[in-house]
């Protein structure tokens, strides 16, 4: 009975192990980055300045791991010196119920000084950013130029310093050398096979 009871737990910790290194590895695993635009594109809704940089997140409503995203992009506002006009584009697909997008992510967002949160219909700005993943990030310069793309996080869901945020706040705070990337972590925006965490029913 002990060499049973021995084995049972080894077992269990097996398991248990062999889960945590799952979780482990899709919290660390990044999403599609996005083909990011060089230039400001003229097709898009959101109108840049000419006196400071303008910063754009495209994010998925209802995306757990971009809670975290929108929560590293309040801390990023408030450690910058001149702040950058700040959008956040909240994917909101078609057909869809009018109030789908009203999650605690979106009221987050809008809770950023200097943000402006916009809706996405059809993820029309997504697609003119070359945006795939929930979390993508883009910084262009007063000229228009972009300076940097990709996540503010350092895994899925994890909060504090990342490759990400600490390269946007030296392009601003310190006018660093721009093109900068960094993984992106997030759900897709565009896979249905990624969306098991936004299934809602779509109108008749």
Not at 2 to 9: D, E, F, G, L, Y
Not at 116 to 124: F, L
Not at 142 to 161: Q, W
Request: aromatic share 6%; with cysteine; glycine share 10%.
């Amino acid at each position: 009975m002990r060499i049973v009871w021995i084995a049972s737990v080894a077992l269990w910790l097996g398991v248990v192990a062999g889960g945590l290194g799952m979780v482990a590895a899709y919290d660390n695993r990044p999403g599609v980055s996005a083909q990011a635009v060089s230039s400001w594109p003229e097709a898009s809704r959101l109108t840049p300045v000419a006196d400071r940089p303008t910063l754009v997140m495209v994010v998925h409503p209802r995306c757990d791991c971009s809670r975290a995203s929108v929560a590293e992009l309040a801390e990023l506002m408030a450690r910058t010196t001149v702040p950058p006009r700040a959008y956040v584009a909240i994917l909101k697909p078609e057909g869809l119920s009018e109030d789908w997008d009203a999650t605690g992510i979106r009221h987050a967002a809008m809770q950023i000084p200097g943000v402006k949160v916009v809706r996405d219909h059809g993820g029309g700005e997504a697609r003119t950013f070359g945006a795939e993943t929930s979390g993508q990030t883009f910084l262009y310069d007063a000229r228009g130029r972009l300076l940097f793309s990709g996540g503010i996080t350092a895994a899925r869901g994890h909060l504090g310093e990342s490759v990400g945020r600490t390269a946007i706040l030296s392009l601003l705070n310190k006018g660093a050398a721009s093109n900068a990337t960094s993984p992106v972590f997030g759900c897709s925006l565009s896979s249905p096979a990624d969306q098991r965490w936004a299934q809602d029913v779509r109108r008749p």
